[in-house]
């Protein structure tokens, strides 16, 4: 089995959603289960094919979380269990948070290099056009 994200008391809240929000139709088989899905799914960051069997097919908790996404179930969900935060997760600053260690060193950004358009339309700069002109050369 895998390990459980919610504790009993934070189920009790989202079940309380879920119950208030219940429509018509066959009821869900286990909506605990479903929701331990959702959210080992979003912590690993693993495709849906590779959902433990302990939540069951891998199809039906994707079909599932898919509909419920096009209805915004989740967002009235979000809402609902916003007004009891869980401070135990805040970050207060970026000094406890770590940057991956490629992240340090080296210059950033893309190399400047000009644009044929730029150059085709810049004034030349070479001295010998400027100054023919001016000072016409005497040798024949």
């Given at each position: ?19 208030s ?38 199809k039906t ?16 969900l ?10 135990e997760?805040?970050?207060?600053d ?14 950033g ?32």
């Amino acid at each position: 089995m895998v390990r459980q994200q919610l504790d009993d008391r934070q189920w009790a809240k989202v079940a309380a959603f879920l119950d208030s929000e219940r429509g018509g139709g066959r009821p869900p088989k286990d909506n605990r289960n479903f929701i331990e899905a959702v959210l080992w799914w979003r912590r690993t960051g693993v495709p849906w094919r590779d959902l433990p069997d302990a939540f069951g097919p891998w199809k039906t908790v994707f079909n599932r979380f898919d509909r419920w996404s096009k209805k915004g179930k989740w967002q009235q969900l979000f809402a609902a269990l916003k007004t009891d935060t869980d401070d135990e997760w805040h970050s207060l600053d970026s000094t406890i948070n770590r940057a991956h260690q490629h992240a340090a060193g080296g210059k950033g950004g893309p190399k400047r290099t000009p644009s044929a358009a730029h150059e085709a339309g810049a004034r030349q700069r070479s001295t010998l056009s400027s100054t023919h002109s001016v000072f016409p050369s005497s040798s024949k």
